[in-house]
């Protein structure tokens, strides 16, 4: 009797945590593949120990190609080449939604890769993509895009593992003096959107939200990363569609002093439905070294907040928006880039300190903070 009893208890705990937590059984044996190709030259820190990256979020080219699109697309090229020549940074994180997939036809929408990517082609600056919900549609596949995109030089986009759900799912390393790691660059793919030529048209048929799959992935790459370095090298994570967690941030409100930044687009749109993504964003919280969260899919929002429950001196990672850089898309709001500047003590072999800032179209630059330990009880003009 009391054996029956103890298995019920057992078995309803066990239930219970499966609802927040993807199991990471044993037989799944991740891959990771890709690395980087031979010709690929290693990302590196300057030799003022310091990695710029500038995040080019909702470009959203392709709409209207015959119209009112066209002017779209220049003016978003546009602000992407002032940008990169106010900035010059080291890399580009281009955060999702490239292409407007739901206005462009069968036989040219990944070509719009060509004119998304030619303002770094001209600076000669590397970049790495996530992709969004409006890159996946019925006349645009993941698939393509990634195929098209990685064809240049000097993208370093990857898929680590082909049975993740999604594609863009994978790591940059970036390296200072020695051969250990100054930086681990973490790539997300939320999904969303409709299955390449899926009936009906205009009916979104793919999970909006980073997989459990992708999260075990996760917990068990970064182990194995923290085991072969000895230590827990500082990371910083990309992804289009915020976790939910990002909405808990704004629902406790977000004073301007403390959270500077646009917060026009509310309530947040999240992955999935609020607790589609637990197991991802348990992970993130529980992912030592962590520093930051970045996200786009909210073209009116561009603040970054500390965790909902962080105090002073816990760990956590920070949650930010970047900038509505393209013309594509909704909203009204002046277009811009999030700028994060990733400094390192000891040649990349230290402690890393985080500024961002917002660089607008015009070239002033807005909203500059420092993301560290007293950020969120500090207050900005």
């Keep these: 009797m009391y054996l029956i009893i103890l298995t019920v208890i057992v078995l309803f705990i066990v239930s219970l945590l499966a609802t927040y937590t993807y199991p990471c059984y044993p037989h799944h044996a991740f891959r990771t593949v890709g690395l980087l190709s031979a010709n690929k030259p290693p990302l590196l820190i300057t030799r003022e120990n310091t990695f710029n990256i500038v995040i080019f979020s909702d470009l959203h080219f392709g709409e209207e190609e015959n119209g009112w699109g066209i002017d779209q697309d220049i003016n978003s090229t546009r602000v992407m080449t002032r940008i990169l ?69 000097l993208c370093y986009t990857k898929r680590m593992n082909s049975s993740l759900p999604g594609i863009t799912n994978y790591y940059l390393l970036v390296y200072g003096a020695e051969d250990v790691p100054a930086v681990i660059l973490w790539f997300f793919d939320s999904r969303g959107g409709s299955s390449y030529q899926h009936s009906p048209a205009d009916v979104d048929d793919i999970p909006n939200w980073v997989s459990p799959e992708t999260t075990c992935w996760f917990t068990k790459t970064h182990g194995q990363l923290r085991r072969k370095y000895g230590k827990a090298i500082p990371s910083v994570a990309f992804v289009h569609i915020p976790p939910h967690v990002f909405l808990q941030a704004q629902e406790l409100g977000l004073d301007s002093k403390r959270f500077p930044g646009l917060n026009e687009d509310v309530p947040v749109a999240i992955q999935g439905g609020g607790t589609d993504d637990a197991a991802f964003v348990a992970a993130i919280k529980a992912t030592e070294g962590l520093h930051s969260i970045h996200v786009g899919h909210d073209h009116g929002d561009s603040w970054c907040s500390t965790w909902p429950d962080k105090g002073v001196g816990l760990e956590a990672p920070f949650l930010c928006f970047a900038k509505h850089t393209g013309y594509g898309g909704y909203g009204h709001w002046s277009r811009g880039a999030r700028v994060l500047r990733l400094s390192f003590d000891d040649n990349g072999d230290g402690e890393m300190a985080v500024q961002s800032w917002v660089r607008m179209e015009d070239g002033s630059i807005i909203t500059r903070v420092s993301l560290n330990d007293t950020y969120g009880f500090d207050e900005y003009n």
């Design 85 to 153: 020549k106010d900035e010059n940074p080291d890399l580009v994180v281009v955060n999702g939604d490239l292409i407007t997939g739901e206005n462009t036809f069968q036989e040219n929408s990944s070509a719009y890769v060509d004119q998304i990517v030619r303002p770094m082609v001209d600076a000669g600056t590397p970049w790495a993509s996530t992709y969004g919900n409006h890159d996946s549609k019925f006349n645009l596949s993941r698939e393509a895009l990634f195929e098209r995109e990685t064809g240049y030089d």
